[in-house]
């Protein structure tokens, strides 16, 4: 049985030093930007994709004609953040994205490196909006700890879905040629992904 993403969201959490978590000050920091920050929403998914396509290695893990519905998931996203709640259910959704990137073959530098993005996207949009200096501060920190917690929880969320698939197909076929064990562990990850979805 699939570990709960609810219970990988938590163990994730609580492995981080609580001095450097996501607080529900950040969340409401992000609440009293909603407006300006959904107005942001066609230019961060335009720069969010044109980044993954235009380098040869995160391309790769596009089929042809599939950016329309990637920009519409990324677009739910966007929404879904600062809009909130930013809660535990929020944060098991993020875990059950570790096992779509099991499945789709991003890794986590990939998915790293975009969240990276978004926090830098968000840092330099910061500076354009009509507040003050100390409240532009205070939008930049809270989307460096969100972007954080996201990856942080993506990530374990991954490395947890990935190393249960491995010894599941690892018990199961020992002594099995390479070629069926992958095909094993595909099959694992995706029957794993099937019930998450089922929770979250």
Do not use: C
Request: charged share 25%; no cysteine; proline share 4%.
């Amino acid at each position: 049985m699939v570990e709960r993403m609810y219970d990988i969201a938590r163990a994730a959490f609580d492995a981080m030093p609580p001095a450097v978590r996501f607080r529900e000050s950040d969340a409401l920091v992000i609440k009293r930007h909603e407006q300006a920050l959904l107005a942001l929403e066609p230019e961060v998914i335009q720069g969010f994709y044109n980044t993954l396509y235009e380098h040869p290695a995160t391309n790769r893990v596009f089929v042809d004609g599939e950016r329309p519905d990637r920009e519409v998931t990324l677009s739910n996203w966007w929404r879904r953040t600062v809009n909130g709640p930013l809660d535990e259910h929020y944060f098991a959704w993020m875990a059950m994205v570790g096992l779509v990137h099991v499945s789709r073959k991003v890794t986590n530098p990939m998915m790293l490196s975009m969240t990276s993005f978004v926090q830098s996207f968000v840092a330099q949009k910061a500076a354009t909006l009509p507040i003050d200096r100390a409240e532009a501060d205070a939008l930049v920190e809270a989307f460096r700890r969100l972007a954080t917690a996201v990856g942080m929880v993506i990530t374990f969320g991954y490395d947890r879905a990935y190393d249960r698939a491995v010894l599941t197909a690892l018990d199961e076929l020992a002594g099995i040629p390479e070629g069926m064990f992958k095909r094993l562990l595909d099959q694992e990850v995706r029957s794993a992904l099937d019930e998450a979805r089922g929770q979250v």
